[in-house]
């Protein structure tokens, strides 16, 4: 099955969402399989790639102060990974933030990651900085976006300016 292939996405109300938690567990260990998790009750928007009515991947999102978006987490079933379902999520998310009229949107990845870090590219995002937020921002504001984002030390900020 391919991405295109019978998959609807849909918003997943918060009382629905730990029927997700079996993904985030197939995609994560760790700090980042607790973190996700939390953020998975937490967030303001998760959605979820659905076909016959089973999920085969979900992402986390939040709108930060101003016209930032944050897209906390991509997962994707292991059964469904590489054909295409992170980037039908990463499409969508990024068609609701400019619905929104949000001007960019960041992500951040484990230095190490580099599917995730080639996903977020093939839809425009490129490496940034602490120091370049701040100059876009100011510093204050960037640094209560970091926090917001939850940037830890072995991750690498990336943005994409929604046109």
Do not use: C
């Not at 996405?9 to 938690?21: K, N, S, T, Y």
């Not at 039908?88 to 400019?98: G, H, R, T």
């Not at 949000?102 to 995730?116: D, G, H, I, W």
């Amino acid at each position: 099955m391919t991405a295109q292939e019978n998959i609807e996405i849909m918003d997943v109300p918060a009382g629905r969402r730990q029927e997700l938690d079996w993904i985030l567990e197939e995609s994560f260990e760790g700090w980042y399989l607790w973190h996700s998790k939390k953020t998975l009750r937490d967030v303001e928007l998760v959605r979820a790639a659905m076909s016959s009515g089973r999920p085969l991947g979900l992402v986390m999102l939040k709108s930060l102060e101003g016209t930032v978006g944050y897209v906390y987490y991509i997962a994707v079933a292991r059964a469904s990974r590489n054909k295409g379902v992170g980037k039908l999520l990463l499409e969508n998310a990024l068609q609701l933030f400019k619905a929104s009229n949000l001007k960019e949107v960041f992500a951040s990845v484990e230095k190490e990651n580099e599917p995730s870090e080639a996903l977020f590219a093939s839809e425009g995002f490129t490496r940034t900085s602490f120091g370049e937020v701040s100059k876009r921002h100011g510093s204050l504001h960037a640094a209560n976006m970091y926090r917001a984002m939850t940037v830890v030390p072995g991750e690498i900020l990336l943005r994409k300016p929604i046109l």
